[in-house]
């Protein structure tokens, strides 16, 4: 079955900076790509999501980039702000089979 | 994007007894919801795929008698934490797809539970 790796597991950045985490996965059928922002005590939320069959895609301040070859796909958040502070997970999904990644926890110190 | 509203979102319960968490599709109609447990700091554990007018499918490891699912509507999944114990306290989290194969999966707010 499908696998998906996240790092880093925890990531620390200043207000304004740039944060990227990347998912690598391991079945070459999957197809779909998301990004879940999850708050303390409540669910994750959509942010952004791929297909496969786009190598980029951009939502403001947010975007993410897949490699199909390589079987991996990034999350790009740029001019971070406090708000964006949260655990970010990645998911790959084939047939509407979704497997998460373990999680990154993000800090954007003000 | 999609409303999917989970009830209660926190519930504290006796040890023995048995709590009932409802996840509701506001907006659109899921033959399938997805039923989901996290501890502290982890990722989603995925505990069954509930099917409306059919039996839930569950994860290996994860008890059907312990924790039943009631898909009994297009609308409506359920999760009943039977018998509860102090080792049941977790947060759920269920989740549901508009369409059929277009991937988006939305989730719930999530229940916390609390078993003294």
């Known amino acids: 079955g499908e696998n998906v790796e996240q790092h880093p597991s925890t990531l620390s950045v200043q207000e304004g900076d740039s944060a990227v985490i990347k998912c690598t996965y391991s079945d070459s059928a999957s197809n779909y790509f998301p990004w879940y922002k999850q708050e303390l005590g409540k669910g994750p939320q959509l942010i952004i999501d791929?297909?496969?069959?786009?190598g980029e895609k951009k939502d403001q301040r947010i975007a993410v980039t897949l490699n199909k070859t390589a079987k991996h796909f990034s999350l790009h958040i740029t001019e971070t702000q406090p708000e964006d502070s949260a655990v970010y997970f990645c998911a790959a999904s084939f047939n509407n089979d979704m497997r998460f990644g373990a999680g990154t926890r993000l800090t954007v110190k003000p | 994007g999609a409303v999917v509203s989970q009830h209660p979102s926190r519930v504290i319960c006796k040890s023995g007894t048995s709590v009932k968490i409802e996840c509701r599709s506001l907006d659109f109609q899921a033959t399938t919801m997805f039923w989901y447990r996290q501890f502290p700091k982890q990722s989603l554990m995925l505990m069954a795929t509930s099917n409306e007018g059919s039996k839930a499918t569950y994860e290996q490891g994860v008890e059907k008698d312990k924790f039943l699912i009631n898909h009994a509507s297009l609308t409506l999944s359920t999760l009943t934490v039977t018998s509860a114990h102090p080792e049941d306290s977790s947060f759920y989290i269920c989740?549901?797809?508009?369409?059929?194969?277009?991937?988006?999966?939305?989730f719930g707010e999530g229940s916390r539970l609390t078993v003294l």
């Open positions: 989740s549901a797809r508009p369409g059929a194969n277009t991937g988006e999966l939305f």
């Open positions: 791929i297909r496969s069959n786009v």
